[in-house]
């Protein structure tokens, strides 16, 4: 229907432009700040314990589209650049979301096929599976705030000494590298009450909300709103109200500054300049 509300009656957070989004092309793997970040590892293979049942993955004929596209990564990760798989093994893929809503914004993708085609809810139930989870989480959030650093320390007044001595335009008083800002507490580790996409994937993002892909009020908050369900809640009461999504209407929420608790109401486009301010303001801290 022309000049429908995009935000309108949805219950999950994404687009229809961001399901049917195309992957980029296959190239030849080139290393990025992220990736150096990591120690180098073996090739895996994925088995038929560790690999989505049902599906064989080729480039000439995908069936991991639309709603079932993170498939492929967990299929094929060495099919894809650094630039958009940060990491994997036998057991899980971390890649870079394609429409990050942040200034970092991963995610992790379990590769277990007793799990990954599961409700995030029901997947995380499981205790052996949601520790395993949890661990892996702590590996890829300890990157994400390394990235984060890396891409604003210099501006970040926390940050400023620790700096000074990898510049080196001052020496450490003990010898050692001042600690610096945590990064890691401006980092977000859940899932959706509503996932967007088949596979369980675990958001590990950056607080800032800052990105040209935030583009719809729902987007804002479903990260914003009790829609995001952060990893440590798990597992969750039956009687969760996160459960009953059609009930509370998380996305049709007004908006809240994520730093300041203004109240922006519905209005997207006063939110997206009061981020602006913010994110200049946050990452100076």
């Given at each position: 229907m022309a000049g429908a509300d995009p935000d309108s009656g949805a219950e999950e957070a994404i687009t229809k432009d961001e399901i049917q989004g195309e992957e980029p092309p296959p190239r030849k793997k080139a290393r990025n700040a992220f990736s150096e970040l990591m120690t180098p590892k073996p090739k895996s293979k994925v088995t038929a314990e560790t690999s989505s049942p049902s599906h064989s993955y080729s480039r000439g004929g995908n069936p991991f589209k639309d709603r079932m596209g993170l498939g492929a990564y967990i299929e094929d990760p060495a099919s894809f650049p650094a630039t958009r798989v940060i990491y994997h093994t036998p057991d899980f893929v971390a890649i870079h979301d394609k429409f990050p809503k942040a200034t970092v914004h991963t995610l992790l993708l379990p590769r277990s096929a007793k799990h990954n085609l599961l409700h995030p809810f029901d997947a995380l139930a499981d205790d052996d599976f949601r520790a395993d989870v949890v661990a892996e989480t702590h590996r890829l959030k300890h990157l994400a705030a390394a990235e984060l650093r890396r891409l604003l320390g210099r501006e970040s007044k926390a940050d400023a000494d620790r700096q000074a001595v990898l510049d080196g335009?001052?020496?450490?008083?003990?010898?050692?590298?001042?600690?610096?800002?945590?990064w890691s507490k401006d980092i977000m580790v859940g899932v959706h009450a509503v996932p967007s996409m088949s596979h369980v994937h675990v958001h590990i993002l950056s607080r800032d909300m800052h990105s040209p892909a935030l583009k719809h009020r729902k987007h804002y908050n479903s990260f914003n709103t009790p829609f995001f369900v952060p990893l440590d809640d798990f597992p969750l009461a039956a009687d969760d109200p996160r459960r009953r999504t059609r009930d509370e209407q998380y996305l049709q929420w007004g908006m809240r500054c994520w730093r300041c608790g203004r109240d922006l109401g519905r209005r997207f486009k006063l939110l997206k300049e009061h981020l602006e301010e913010e994110f200049t303001m946050w990452k100076k801290e």
């Open positions: 335009s001052v020496e450490p008083m003990d010898g050692s590298l001042p600690e610096g800002r945590d």
